[in-house]
């Protein structure tokens, strides 16, 4: 991998387009910040969660270890999105965030392949997890994580 692509990689940039993403493919709805960690995290590796796709980040034998730190980069990406006016934020028993009018604009210029699988793999995991609760999908994670400690996938 060229000396770019690593840069680019779980950058700011990348961590913020996602996030933009994620909320640009549920059409409104409010999300905590726990739960746009934990639904990215499943879109990025749709695989290990009973989605018809392949991993987004590849097959990271570790990638239940980066949860912590994408956690850190999520709340720092959001923070800097609100910021920027492309997500708003409300508050109704906790913070709640949803993707800006400016930032739905801002993101439907991106037309990568990256996005538009990304965009796909969004809607049919918020489609088949929407009744889940922020605890559930912790959960749902936590399970996944064990399973492949043991050896499954």
Do not use: W
Not at 40 to 64: H, M, T, W
Not at 78 to 88: N, Y
Not at 134 to 141: A, H, K, S, T, V
Request: charge should be positive.
């Amino acid at each position: 991998m060229d000396r770019m692509n690593r840069s680019i990689i779980n950058s700011i940039f990348e961590v913020e387009t996602r996030v933009l993403l994620l909320l640009q493919s549920v059409r409104k709805k409010p999300f905590t910040a726990e739960r746009i960690v934990t639904m990215d995290f499943i879109v990025c590796y749709a695989e290990s969660f009973q989605l018809p796709f392949l991993n987004l980040q590849g097959d990271n034998k570790n990638r239940f270890s980066e949860l912590a730190s994408r956690h850190m980069r999520i709340h720092s990406a959001i923070k800097d999105l609100v910021t920027r006016g492309l997500l708003d934020v409300s508050v109704n028993n906790g913070y709640l965030f949803t993707i800006s009018e400016m930032g739905s604009k801002y993101i439907r210029k991106l037309k990568s392949d990256y996005a538009t699988r990304y965009r796909e793999i969004a809607a049919a995991a918020n489609k088949l997890y929407r009744d889940y609760s922020d605890d559930d999908l912790e959960r749902l994670i936590q399970d996944a994580t064990l399973r492949s400690i043991k050896g499954g996938r």
